[in-house]
């Protein structure tokens, strides 16, 4: 069994370029929730894909969006980069009827 | 407004010594709580949760307390080590509508002496 795996693990980008981020979720979880972390703080929810919509959403602007594949894999686009978008950004997985969430090691996300 | 927060930012304490960690929450129909480690540079690792309908829970060095009377929640690892040093957040579910979000507070950053 595979736990949660996100690529990359850090990635520099400047203001205004766009940035995609991936998860796999874990071997048997069919949801992914992605959260944002600042430095120093907890993460913050940023939405949820369930059978490739997103199922819940956070207090983030539009130009953060995201996608969920056949395989339950997920990828958090976010555009028009500012630098309060650095952040470190969590993918969690987890299956319904269950309560265990998952995270993977996350992407470290510095905006320049 | 919604909130998961911390009675201590920072613990220091002494190898083998047992450790405590509180939270409140703020949302009273909660039914899920978690207790997650993240060490410097990874993620959230996973060490105990606990239901609504339970008031402890028992892993291995960890307990979990849950008084819903006023809220609070809270963790206790016994025999504290030096691996145990991280920053550790407790994370409500949020069943409002269609989300099934984690509510985190700020974190309590364990500092463990030898």
């Known amino acids: 069994e595979t736990g949660v795996t996100q690529s990359p693990t850090h990635l520099i980008k400047t203001r205004g370029q766009q940035v995609t981020l991936r998860c796999s979720s874990q071997?048997?979880?069919?949801?992914v929730s992605w959260y944002q972390q600042a430095l120093g703080q907890g993460p913050q929810f940023i939405f949820q894909y369930y059978r490739e919509e997103e199922n819940g959403r956070g207090n983030f602007p539009p130009r953060f969006s995201g996608l969920q594949f056949p395989n339950y894999s997920s990828e958090l686009n976010v555009n028009a980069l500012e630098l309060d978008d650095s952040a470190l950004y969590l993918c969690?997985?987890?299956?319904?009827?269950?309560?265990?969430?998952?995270f993977g090691s996350g992407t470290r996300l510095t905006v320049v | 407004g919604e909130s998961v927060g911390l009675h201590l930012p920072t613990l220091s304490v002494q190898e083998g010594d047992n450790s405590i960690i509180n939270c409140a929450y703020s949302n009273s129909a909660s039914d899920y709580f978690i207790w997650y480690k993240q060490e410097s540079g990874k993620g959230p690792q996973f060490i105990i949760d606990?239901?609504?309908n339970m008031d402890k829970r028992q892993g291995q060095r960890v307990t979990v307390l849950l008084n819903k009377t006023v809220k609070h929640l809270s963790l206790q690892i016994a025999a504290t080590q030096p691996g145990d040093s991280a920053v550790y957040f407790c994370a409500e579910k949020d069943n409002a509508g269609n989300n099934r979000k984690l509510i985190w507070g700020l974190g309590t950053s364990l500092a463990v002496n030898p």
């Open positions: 969690a997985s987890s299956s319904t009827g269950l309560y265990g969430y998952t």
């Open positions: 606990i239901r609504s």
């Open positions: 071997s048997g979880h069919n949801t």
